[in-house]
C-alpha cells in the first residue's frame, strides 16, 4: 500500500472549516484513499473514502486532486468534539474488500474555541 | 456496521504472565485484526485473523508471543505472553469486510 504524508498538527476556530492534507504521491490506479479519526481514549472510527472523485457524506468532504496524488479532508463546520487525531490511509479495494489498514502518524487537529 | 465487544477494557499484570484479551462482534465477519497503540504512538498492526486458518502477523510480531485464536465468525482472542513493561499498550481489535472498518475500545494494558 502506497505511503502517506500528513502534517502533525492543526489548528481550527470553532465553527469554521477544517481542511486537512495528506500526501499520498505514490497511489496506485487501484487504490482508495480513506480517512479516519481517532478521539482520545476511542477506537478510530470511519470518516470516508473515495478512488478518484470527490465524495461527501454527512461528516466531511473528500477532494481529490486529479491526479490523485494528494487529497484534503474536509469538516465543514468543526466543533470541539471534532478534537482528534486524523488518519488519511491508502488501500486496495473499495466496499466489501478485505485488505488491511495501515496507520500512519496523522494530523492531531485540535479545535479551539 | 459491527458492533464490538472487547474484554478487559484495562487490566495491570505483572511482568512475565500472560493476559487473554477477547473480542466478540455481534455479527458474523470474515477479517478480524489486531493491532497495538503504543503510548502516543499510532496504530500498529499486529495481524489479521481469518477463521479457520492460522493468523497472518506482520513483520516484527510472532506467534509464540502474541498467539491468536479465532474459533468462529463472531470470536477471536489475543493473548499477549511472558509480559514486559515494553507490551504496555492499548491493544484494539477491528473487523472487516466493510466499506468502513469497525474498531473495539480497546484493552488499555499495564504491566508492572
Known amino acids: 500500500d502506497a505511503k502517506t504524508t500528513q502534517p502533525p498538527s492543526m489548528d481550527c476556530a470553532e465553527g469554521r472549516a477544517a481542511n486537512l492534507p495528506c500526501n499520498h504521491s505514490t497511489i496506485s490506479g487501484n487504490e482508495y484513499v480513506y480517512w479516519y479519526r481517532q478521539i482520545h481514549s476511542q477506537g478510530p472510527q470511519y470518516i470516508i473514502h473515495?478512488?478518484?472523485n470527490n465524495e461527501t457524506n454527512e461528516m466531511a468532504s473528500l477532494i481529490i486532486t486529479e491526479d490523485r496524488k494528494s487529497s484534503t479532508l474536509i469538516l465543514p463546520h468543526a466543533t470541539l468534539r471534532d478534537t482528534a487525531v486524523y488518519y488519511c490511509?491508502?488501500?486496495?479495494?473499495?466496499?466489501?474488500?478485505?485488505?488491511?489498514?495501515?496507520f500512519g502518524t496523522g494530523t492531531l487537529l485540535a479545535v479551539q474555541p | 456496521s459491527a458492533v464490538i465487544s472487547q474484554k478487559p477494557s484495562r487490566d495491570i499484570c505483572q511482568r512475565g504472565t500472560s493476559l487473554t484479551i477477547q473480542c466478540q462482534v455481534d455479527?458474523?465477519?470474515?477479517?478480524m485484526f489486531w493491532y497495538r497503540q503504543q503510548p502516543g504512538q499510532s496504530l500498529t498492526l499486529i495481524a489479521t485473523a481469518n477463521q479457520g486458518s492460522e493468523a497472518t502477523y506482520e513483520s516484527g510480531f510472532v506467534i509464540d508471543k502474541f498467539p491468536i485464536s479465532r474459533p468462529n465468525l463472531t470470536f477471536s482472542t489475543l493473548t499477549v505472553s511472558n509480559m514486559s513493561p515494553e507490551d504496555s499498550s492499548i491493544y484494539l481489535c477491528s473487523v472487516g469486510p466493510g466499506i468502513g472498518y469497525t474498531f473495539g475500545s480497546g484493552t488499555r494494558l499495564t504491566v508492572v
Open positions: 455479527s458474523q465477519v470474515t477479517m
Open positions: 490511509i491508502v488501500r486496495v479495494g473499495g466496499g466489501g474488500a478485505t485488505n488491511k489498514l495501515i
Open positions: 473515495g478512488l478518484k
